[in-house]
């Protein structure tokens, strides 16, 4: 084995030029894909989290029936416990309750159909990014003040500013009448215009105390983690945490969400088709290299095959002069590829006209690569197992080749 990784190491200089240029367009090849995937998977990265930093978070424990059935009498019963254990329990998450309904808001001039959301000022502020999106006004003083923030169309819409009055009308979760006039205290600006126009926030008591007919209830208890990428042991620690809770069920944020992973997946599988074509002609450029490495040394090949060497061994030795072209484009690719991608990981990259893009998903203009063992690795070693796979033509060739025959081939 020795003598033939010699022998192939040998033969792959006998052309430098050659040997250099097919290098270099899988070195070219595997940096772009490397730089590439890594640029997809920070925007999904700030997508997700951008998305989820609204208003999901990475995990939410509901009523069983909630995700399907988002109605106020589908609550957690005695939420306001579960919440503070689960708080001493894991203390490196952040955790907060929420109770939603619609409504009829309505000012002096107009009455709107609203979502209203009840929240815990001291905690929410944690697990959404709604509270760092207010332009104007304050936020919630107390837990128990009978204020409102709304969203900046909405609040457009019925022509209120801060400090006008607004009554809600809506009800109960037993069904009976529910009102109350609250004070609007916050209007907030996401850029999203579902959220400014149709979202309205109460603080969490005040809403028990219109909506609800007890104080322990909440239809979702929200929780985020450092990022998304833990949402499924978030999810299994909660789980085992609520199980005496029958009414409880924990839910991450790819079932609370499924629009944002099927975005990810359709772009990801566009992606892959530019790729995979990539990866072809470099498949294509290695075949070629090797072939005419073979066809220029067919009178040789056919000497050392009359004298007693074996063609299958010759085979191995042309598959293996591949091999190594691969494992040299492979290891200087993810050298140069991973110091391109790890300055745009510090210093980020921004792109003109993404800023559209970047306020639907609320997420920055500047774009972060997420450099690891999968955007580093996955292009390389498509290309080098490609790389392998194209070289079994010329080495089937060999196997073919007749002694008598080849020797004349070049003569």
Not at 23 to 28: D, E, N, P, Q, T
Not at 113 to 137: C, F, N, T
Not at 372 to 396: E, F, K, Q, R
Request: aromatic share 8%.
């Amino acid at each position: 084995m020795n003598i033939e990784l010699n022998m192939a190491w040998r033969n792959l200089w006998r052309h430098r030029k050659r040997t250099w240029l097919t290098v270099g367009a899988m070195v070219f090849s595997n940096v772009l894909l490397i730089f590439m995937l890594s640029l997809q998977l920070g925007s999904y990265q700030m997508m997700i989290e951008g998305s989820l930093k609204l208003f999901t978070g990475h995990v939410q424990l509901q009523h069983p029936d909630y995700l399907q059935q988002p109605k106020l009498r589908n609550a957690i019963t005695d939420s306001e416990r579960l919440s503070q254990r689960l708080r001493q329990a894991l203390p490196e998450l952040n955790i907060s309750q929420r109770a939603e309904t619609f409504a009829l808001v309505s000012s002096e001039q107009r009455s709107l159909g609203v979502k209203i959301i009840g929240i815990e000022p001291q905690y929410d502020g944690a697990v959404s990014s709604l509270k760092q999106s207010l332009h104007s006004g304050r936020y919630f003083s107390a837990p128990d003040r009978a204020e409102i923030i709304l969203g900046s169309v909405l609040a457009d819409n019925l022509n209120v500013a801060i400090g006008d009055e607004i009554t809600l009308l809506g009800n109960a979760d037993d069904g009976s009448f529910a009102a109350g006039v609250t004070t609007v205290i916050g209007i907030f600006q996401t850029n999203v215009n579902d959220i400014d126009r149709n979202l309205a926030q109460l603080p969490l008591e005040y809403f028990r105390e219109t909506f609800f007919n007890q104080q322990s209830l909440s239809n979702a208890i929200v929780v985020t983690g450092a990022n998304a990428s833990q949402a499924e042991r978030i999810q299994q620690q909660l789980q085992q945490r609520v199980v005496p809770h029958a009414d409880v069920v924990a839910l991450n944020w790819d079932q609370l969400q499924p629009g944002v992973k099927q975005s990810i997946q359709a772009d990801l599988a566009s992606n892959a088709v530019i790729y995979f074509v990539l990866v072809i002609l470099v498949c294509f450029s290695v075949m070629n290299t090797q072939l005419m490495s073979v066809l220029e040394r067919t009178r040789e090949f056919g000497t050392v095959i009359a004298l007693g060497f074996k063609p299958l061994r010759l085979s191995k030795l042309v598959m293996l002069e591949s091999i190594l072209m691969a494992l040299l484009g492979l290891v200087i690719s993810v050298t140069i590829g991973a110091l391109v991608t790890y300055y745009f990981v510090i210093n980020g990259l921004q792109f003109s006209g993404m800023e559209e893009m970047a306020q639907k998903f609320h997420m920055d203009d500047t774009i972060y690569p997420t450099l690891n063992i999968i955007s580093i690795l996955t292009g390389p070693i498509l290309v080098c197992l490609g790389t392998v796979v194209a070289t079994l033509y010329p080495a089937l060739k060999i196997l073919k080749l007749e002694p008598l025959q080849a020797m004349k081939a070049i003569s």
